[in-house]
């Protein structure tokens, strides 16, 4: 079967900097993706991590490491409207590439 | 370039109604998924479409729900009957070469009293 993990809540102050973990356990892995959903609204795509090491886009960035299974989102100068949900999604080879989600964690940005 | 357009955006109905979702992806978008979130809970993939074929079906509950994706553009999936556990919000989403990289339409909320 696969798995993946993350904290359901995370709570950080505006202008600091958060970590979002994602451990996962899957045969076939791929890549890990990011998401982010405000509440009520739609995932939108953050990142994509294939090979380990760091992707940086804007304040946000995402790092990989396959050996350990783990992934995370490191958000940078947070602002209020970065409250939201973050989900990680692998990706998993096989005929067609397969995307799981996780189960999301909330982020509340306070003043 | 419009995005993923869905509807209806909320529905309520009662159980063991029938209820039908409509979905438009992304002009040249060839793969379509349909979404099951649940409060609190992740996406959870009911069904995924390559052009008009369905390459993947294993978490749709096959004895009430069914999905088509004619002439590989838009699609429907349905409901019938429904149970008061499919409440939840139902999303579809669309993509063109990566699946990794996916763009979600705005979900219908589905409520089932």
């Known amino acids: 079967g696969q798995s993946l993990e993350q904290p359901s809540e995370v709570t950080a102050v505006e202008g600091a900097i958060v970590q979002i973990n994602c451990t996962y356990q899957?045969?076939?892995?791929?890549?890990l993706s990011w998401y982010q959903q405000h509440d009520g609204g739609a995932p939108t795509f953050l990142s994509y991590n294939a090979l380990d090491g760091l992707e940086e886009t804007g304040r946000f960035s995402s790092f990989l490491s396959r050996s350990d299974s783990y992934g995370y989102l490191l958000l940078q100068e947070l602002q209020m409207k970065d409250s939201a949900s973050y989900f990680c999604?692998?990706?998993?080879?096989?005929?067609?590439?397969?995307?799981?989600f996780g189960t999301g964690t909330k982020l509340q940005v306070i003043p | 370039e419009a995005g993923v357009a869905q509807s209806p955006r909320y529905k309520i109905i009662e159980k063991r109604q029938s209820v039908a979702f409509w979905c438009n992806p992304i002009s040249g978008h060839a793969t379509l998924y349909w979404y099951q979130q649940i409060l609190g809970q992740g996406p959870k993939l009911l069904i995924q479409?390559?052009?008009?074929?369905?390459?993947?079906d294993s978490q749709l509950p096959k004895d009430r729900f069914s999905a088509e994706r004619l002439k590989g553009v838009d699609s429907t999936l349905k409901i019938q009957p429904a149970k008061l556990e499919d409440s939840a919000v139902y999303l579809c989403?669309?993509?063109?070469?990566?699946?990794?990289?996916?763009?979600f339409g705005p979900g219908t909320r589905l409520t089932v009293t």
């Open positions: 989403a669309s993509s063109f070469e990566s699946p990794y990289e996916q763009y």
């Open positions: 999604a692998v990706s998993l080879g096989g005929g067609y590439q397969k995307v799981t």
């Open positions: 479409f390559q052009n008009n074929g369905v390459v993947d």
């Open positions: 899957t045969s076939g892995f791929y890549g």
